[in-house]
């Protein structure tokens, strides 16, 4: 009866856990980047008590929110065939950026809101772009001939960041922002 008991307390406690990371992921979704744990716990509707006994820190949150959503954004990075033309490569790596820059379009945003306060989404943001750089590379291998301030530069135009200030800022459509992607890359790799 005791291990019963044990297992009942056992999948309430993952159930809250879950219960916290989903409320984080919808107060991101909805543009609040920087919750705090009252807002956390007010959106799961359990107390802040609760929030604090599963995740005594608010980094040991992003990191469990970081592990839950990587999985659906990770599949967008990655090329399927990296042989065809250039032109075909370059489209196809313009595309997967942007499917998943807007899949992820809050969690980044709310990851550079949060860089000052968590070492963890730094260090993650850092890897993920090592990432990035390696797949760009290997889709468009003609770059590894370049300079290096030319690959730096493809690095920047196909980045989150770049995206963020066409999209967000100068308010250009999806349609856009490929072109612009495209055409930068082009003239980079031909040059």
């Given at each position: 009866m005791e291990e019963v008991k044990q297992d009942g307390r056992l999948k309430r406690s993952i159930r809250s856990r879950q219960t916290i990371i989903d409320a984080?992921?919808?107060l991101t979704e909805q543009g609040q980047y920087i919750p705090t744990a009252?807002?956390?716990a007010d959106q799961a509707n359990i107390s802040i008590r609760t929030v604090f006994r599963h995740f005594t820190e608010m980094e040991h949150l992003y990191k469990e929110l970081d592990d839950a959503v990587r999985p659906s954004y990770e599949k967008y990075f990655m090329i399927d065939d990296v042989s065809g033309p250039?032109?075909?490569r370059i489209e196809q790596l313009v595309q997967s950026r942007l499917n998943a820059y807007q899949e992820t379009f809050h969690i980044n945003k709310a990851s550079h809101a949060l860089f000052w306060r968590s070492a963890l989404l730094t260090e993650t943001y850092q890897k993920?772009?090592?990432l990035l750089r390696?797949?760009?590379l290997k889709a468009l291998p003609e770059l590894k001939d370049k300079h290096i301030n030319i690959i730096e530069m493809a690095d920047a135009i196909i980045s989150f960041e770049v995206f963020d200030r066409y999209f967000t800022y100068q308010q250009l459509s999806i349609e856009e922002c490929e072109r612009l992607f495209i055409a930068q890359l082009k003239q980079l790799v031909l040059d």
């Open positions: 984080m992921l919808v009252q807002q956390v250039l032109d075909e993920n772009q090592k390696t797949l760009m």
